[in-house]
């Protein structure tokens, strides 16, 4: 259980990314700087921590964990491209097919399929999402280009999750998190040149977005998942990653002050209880396992 709450808590503190963007297109920054802020601001916090708690790591892991990077920076920029394109209602449906994707994954390289409960979480968490970001009841509007890079950000999150149970799984959360941090820095800087750096008003500017969705994007989240990922496996930490729906639906309303209808408040509790079903069955087994 201790291990699900991890993931659980670094599917939430994505949740809270989203807020902050839109906080920051506010002020009028652009979403190359944006992202670019987080990785960069993101990556200086993680070093501190390494530099105090980091363990040494074979140069096959650096390899393979700065690849993992390089998924996690393709899920940033593909969703944003998605977001551009098509409203964003239909963006958060397009990127949380990555429930089914990961399931899917989790099946094909263990070889079975799988368990009953995980099939029916997810057919609930699909049907939630629709609900709570508006695509039922509302019409879409369907772009090419936008459900592309959508269904590409599904897939590159679901990998992300992936590998960060597959990739050094007794490596220490931290060093793990560092690498693929750096991997992911390096691709979005491949992509979205820094040239804002030179401009010292954007840079300050920018700092304080940069501070926080580098510290709820790129450092919670990879340790809570390098710790807890490998300990519960892909199919079950792709399903509490839908955790992140309800935070952006409950920081939407609380902190950007938009309006939520009750069939969306209806897709977060059914969100909330597809996230707890497939815990049940663990929680009647240590029951079960006090009571001998």
């Known amino acids: 259980m201790k291990y699900a709450i991890y993931v659980f808590l670094g599917s939430c503190s994505f949740g809270v990314l989203s807020t902050i963007v839109k906080l920051a297109y506010g002020e009028g920054y652009q979403p190359h700087e944006v ?115 959508g269904l590409i950000s599904a897939v590159s999150y679901a990998f992300s999750i992936y590998f960060n149970g597959a990739i050094a799984p007794n490596l220490q959360s931290i060093t793990k998190g560092y690498y693929i941090g750096t991997g992911a820095l390096i691709a979005v800087a491949i992509v979205f040149p820094p040239t804002f750096l030179l401009h010292i008003e954007t840079v300050t500017g920018l700092a304080k977005y940069g501070i926080l969705l580098g510290f709820f994007g790129l450092v919670i989240p990879p340790i809570l998942f390098a710790a807890g990922v490998p300990k519960i496996g892909t199919g079950l930490a792709t399903i509490l990653g839908a955790a992140e729906l309800p935070v952006v639906i409950l920081l939407s309303m609380f902190v950007l002050k938009e309006d939520v209808s009750g069939v969306q408040w209806m897709g977060v509790l059914l969100i909330l209880m597809a996230l707890i079903l497939p815990q049940l069955p663990q929680v009647k087994r240590k029951k079960r396992t006090s009571n001998i």
Not at 61 to 68: F, H, N, S
Not at 70 to 77: L, P
Not at 115 to 120: Q, R
């Open 35 to 149: 992202v670019l802020a987080q990785y960069i601001f993101g990556w200086l916090m993680m070093s501190a921590i390494m530099l105090k708690k980091g363990v040494s790591t074979t140069k096959k892991e650096k390899i393979q964990l700065l690849l993992a990077g390089i998924m996690t920076a393709v899920t940033s920029i593909t969703y944003n491209i998605s977001l551009s394109h098509v409203s964003a209602s239909l963006g958060i449906i397009l990127l949380f097919q990555f429930t089914w994707i990961g399931l899917l994954l989790e099946s094909i390289t263990m070889k079975k399929p799988p368990s009953l409960v995980k099939i029916i979480t997810i057919v609930i968490i699909l049907f939630g999402t629709a609900l709570a970001g508006g695509l039922i009841g509302s019409k879409a509007e369907w772009n090419a280009t936008g459900v592309i890079f």
